[in-house]
């Protein structure tokens, strides 16, 4: 039996008004928006907020995105017309439209939003925009104990950053967890200013040596002149063009732009020997971005953890002159690992090889460590 099936249209908009021949404005364009059975209301709405300004009517368009949006923040000018609403898996989207303007809003229940106006005229499209945004974010508050991070992840829309306050050590908080030569390297690194750095970090070792914990320390010291973002998915930043540029690019304004730290973490399929292999174009695009010409004039330094050993990272990476520095890190040695536990209150025996960080907070609370550390394996912290 042979069934036909009609097109995916349910929904076609074809928005073509009369414009008198006097009528001295750009000429109207017809429009045909097509929209299918698995369009969701969401979706509706965007495709009739831009039905206005594709059509030429309001062909003027102000938009943004927002983090940190206040839950009571309205998003719209008073006296706003709410046409419709639609709220779908922690998404609510707003169509509003006033006297010769139209707004779409997107809402994550994450705290960011999009904000999109289109108008007949240019200075009534910044005013309804400036309205609609003014007093709507509210920063969350950093003090000695956090510091604000980015992150980033390639969601469906597209790339999407999401700040927070994450907690963060004071580097003499935490000199204790490294043993002396690698406790005096990172303090260097700790005191770095923005004339000093170039290029990336590599993190590399077993888990618990405490790389995440250094590099939120990072954060915290050069907060004054860095921003830390955390990638989420780095197989994906590396993977989609349009993800990396998004991220690479930053802020274009001169006078605002800053330093930024993009932390990569479990990057061991990317940077590994045989990553020109497994991960195709992710490593080439890595290199571009801190070495090559993507990453020139944007002050981006990368920093990457992985748990692979340095004789089986790609000799691209680790190669002299493509760090900053270079800092060998391992266990604490039995006497700083006894010296780690009397401070902590413990009492507790380690043997000839020392201890992790993981493994010391472990014997801190009475508890032995899951499993015993493969021997000969060093923890590495590259710059």
């Known amino acids: ?3 036909s099936r009609r097109p995916p249209e349910i929904l076609q908009l074809v928005p073509a008004p009369e414009v008198p021949e006097a009528d001295p404005s750009p000429s109207i364009l017809p429009v045909v928006f097509n929209l299918d ?9 965007e495709v009739l907020a831009l039905r206005p300004f594709a059509s030429g009517e309001q062909p003027w368009a102000r938009s943004t995105r927002l ?11 008073p006296g706003a017309r709410l046409v419709r609403s639609a709220r779908e898996r922690g998404q609510e989207t707003v169509l509003a439209t006033g006297d010769g303007w139209t707004l779409l809003v997107n809402r994550w229940k994450g705290g960011g939003a999009y904000v999109a106006v289109t108008a007949t005229a240019e200075d009534l499209a910044e005013e309804i925009f400036e309205e609609s945004v003014r007093d709507a974010t509210d920063p969350p508050q950093t003090d000695d104990t956090n510091v604000e991070m980015g992150f980033w992840h390639l969601s469906a829309r597209g790339p999407q950053r999401n ?3 994450i907690s963060a050590d004071h580097w003499s908080d935490i000199r204790r967890n490294y043993s002396a030569p690698v406790a005096t390297a990172l303090e260097r690194i700790m005191t770095l200013s923005p004339d000093d750095v170039s290029g990336r970090l590599l993190l590399h070792g077993p888990p618990g040596t405490g790389k995440t914990t250094a590099l939120r320390a990072l954060a915290r010291a050069w907060k004054d002149w860095c921003d830390a973002d955390c990638v989420l998915d780095p197989e994906s930043l590396f993977g989609a063009p349009s993800y990396l540029m ?7 304004d001169e006078e605002k732009r800053r330093w930024r730290l ?9 940077i590994r020997g045989e990553a020109k292999q497994s991960a195709g174009q992710g490593l080439s695009r890595l290199l571009n971005l801190t070495d090559g010409m993507l990453g020139q004039g944007r002050d981006v330094l990368v920093a990457i953890t992985t748990n692979e050993d340095l004789t089986r990272l790609h000799p691209a990476v680790v190669r002299p002159g493509r760090c900053l520095a270079q800092v060998e890190v391992g266990p604490l040695t039995q006497a700083e690992s006894a010296a780690w536990l009397a401070e902590a209150g413990a009492e507790a025996e380690v043997g000839p090889d020392g ?18 550390r493969p021997s000969g394996t060093a923890t590495g912290f590259y710059l």
């Open 1 to 3: 039996m042979t069934t």
């Open 37 to 45: 059975e698995n369009s969701t209301p969401g979706e509706v709405l």
């Open 67 to 77: 983090e940190h949006v206040k839950p009571d923040a309205p998003l719209r000018p």
């Open 163 to 165: 700040e927070r306050a």
């Open 246 to 252: 998004e991220v690479a690019v930053g802020d274009d």
């Open 262 to 270: 993009l932390i990569l973490e479990d990057c061991d399929e990317l």
């Open 355 to 372: 201890a992790t960080l993981a493994e010391l907070v472990a014997l801190s609370k009475g508890e032995r460590p899951a499993a015993d």
